[in-house]
Every structure is written in structure tokens, then in C-alpha cells.
């Protein structure tokens, strides 16, 4: 596996860990400002939804297993509880995630990775509250999109985007009268 891969594989498990750990530590807390719940560890979950398309780019799809039950392991020396739900949404959402990334993948990167990040969001969301007994109010479930959705996979596509057209530089474009 090259380095990138590898680099890619251990961010993503310590993502998925990170979010269990956090959220077993602190639980769920208020999103300053806004009237939305969100787990503590949800930034880290979006964060884990959107290495998985890292990982499948940068090594097979099958390495996506891999980090998902590494990430159990982990998870559940903290807490068995979370472990479970945890590991359950990753495997649905992931599953779900693939299905979209996979295909859309042929039209860009930022494309597939935005569209799979969101439906991998919604049903993380859902199946996770549900199963480590958090509540399923429009609250916590859209402070949970806005956490995965927006901050964690929107926001830095959008950077990526803009990173790789600063990088690019100006598109040069003929003059209608030249």
C-alpha cells in the first residue's frame, strides 16, 4: 500500500475513533448560537464519512472494511455500547456512501465525494441516534446534518475545489475579436 494509502487508512480510523471517543466523553452538547443538539463527536464522524472516499482513492475499497472494524476495536476498549451502534451505522452509511461515490466518481472527485457525503450523513445520523439511544428530534438529527453534511464534507470539498483552481491558475480563454 503507498504511503498515502496508509496515511489515508490511519486518518480515517482515528476519525471513526475519535467521534466514538468524544461522544462517549462529553455526549451530546449545543451547537453555539443555533438552536441544534449535536454528539460530540460528530465533526469527527463527518470527518470519517468523507476519508472513506480518501481511502477508496487512495487504496482499494475493500480498505474501507478494514478501517471500520479497526475503528470498532478501538471504539470499543471506550465503550462497547457505542462500539455497536457505531460500527453499525459506519457499515450502513458506508455501504451506502460507496454505492453513490463509486459511480459518480467517473464525474469528478469534489462531485462524488459531496453526494455520497450526504447520503452517508443522513443515514449515519438516523441508524446511530436510534441505536446508541440518542434522541431522533428534528434538532439533534439536523444539527447532526449540519455537523457531517455541511462543516465536515461540504466545506472542505468546497476548499479542495478552490485549492485545485488556485493551483491551476487563470483559464485562458480566446477574445471573441482576437
Same mark, same amino acid.
Given at each position: 500500500?503507498?504511503?498515502?494509502?496508509?496515511?489515508?487508512?490511519?486518518?480515517?480510523?482515528?476519525?471513526?475513533?475519535?467521534?466514538?471517543?468524544?461522544?462517549?466523553?462529553?455526549?451530546?452538547?449545543?451547537?453555539?448560537?443555533?438552536?441544534?443538539?449535536?454528539? +460530540?463527536? /460528530?465533526? @469527527?464522524?463527518?470527518? $470519517?464519512?468523507? %476519508?472513506?472516499?480518501? =481511502?477508496?482513492?487512495?487504496? !482499494?475499497?475493500?480498505?474501507?472494511?478494514?478501517?471500520?472494524?479497526?475503528?470498532?476495536?478501538?471504539?470499543?476498549?471506550?465503550?462497547?455500547?457505542?462500539?455497536? +451502534?457505531? /460500527?453499525? @451505522?459506519?457499515?450502513? $452509511?458506508?455501504? %451506502?456512501?460507496?454505492? =453513490?461515490?463509486?459511480?459518480? !466518481?467517473?464525474?469528478?472527485?469534489?462531485?462524488?465525494?459531496?453526494?455520497?457525503?450526504?447520503?452517508?450523513?443522513?443515514?449515519?445520523?438516523?441508524?446511530?441516534?436510534?441505536?446508541?439511544?440518542?434522541?431522533?428530534?428534528?434538532?439533534?438529527?439536523?444539527?447532526?446534518?449540519?455537523?457531517?453534511?455541511?462543516?465536515?464534507?461540504?466545506?472542505?470539498?468546497?476548499?479542495?475545489?478552490?485549492?485545485?483552481?488556485?493551483?491551476?491558475?487563470?483559464?485562458?480563454?480566446?477574445?471573441?475579436?482576437?
Amino acid at each position: 500500500m503507498p504511503r498515502r494509502g496508509i496515511a489515508a487508512l490511519a486518518a480515517y480510523i482515528a476519525a471513526i475513533f475519535a467521534a466514538n471517543w468524544l461522544t462517549s466523553r462529553f455526549g451530546q452538547v449545543h451547537l453555539p448560537g443555533m438552536a441544534l443538539e449535536v454528539t +460530540a463527536g /460528530t465533526y @469527527a464522524a463527518g470527518a $470519517a464519512l468523507l %476519508l472513506r472516499d480518501v =481511502v477508496q482513492e487512495a487504496c !482499494r475499497a475493500w480498505w474501507v472494511w478494514v478501517g471500520i472494524a479497526a475503528g470498532a476495536l478501538l471504539t470499543a476498549l471506550t465503550s462497547p455500547s457505542l462500539a455497536f +451502534a457505531s /460500527t453499525a @451505522a459506519f457499515v450502513v $452509511a458506508e455501504a %451506502l456512501d460507496m454505492a =453513490v461515490y463509486t459511480p459518480l !466518481r467517473k464525474h469528478g472527485w469534489a462531485r462524488a465525494a459531496l453526494a455520497s457525503g450526504c447520503v452517508g450523513a443522513v443515514v449515519d445520523t438516523v441508524v446511530f441516534l436510534h441505536l446508541a439511544h440518542f434522541p431522533l428530534t428534528w434538532s439533534s438529527v439536523a444539527g447532526q446534518l449540519v455537523g457531517k453534511a455541511f462543516w465536515a464534507t461540504a466545506l472542505p470539498v468546497a476548499v479542495f475545489v478552490v485549492v485545485r483552481q488556485v493551483r491551476r491558475g487563470p483559464v485562458l480563454r480566446d477574445s471573441v475579436n482576437a
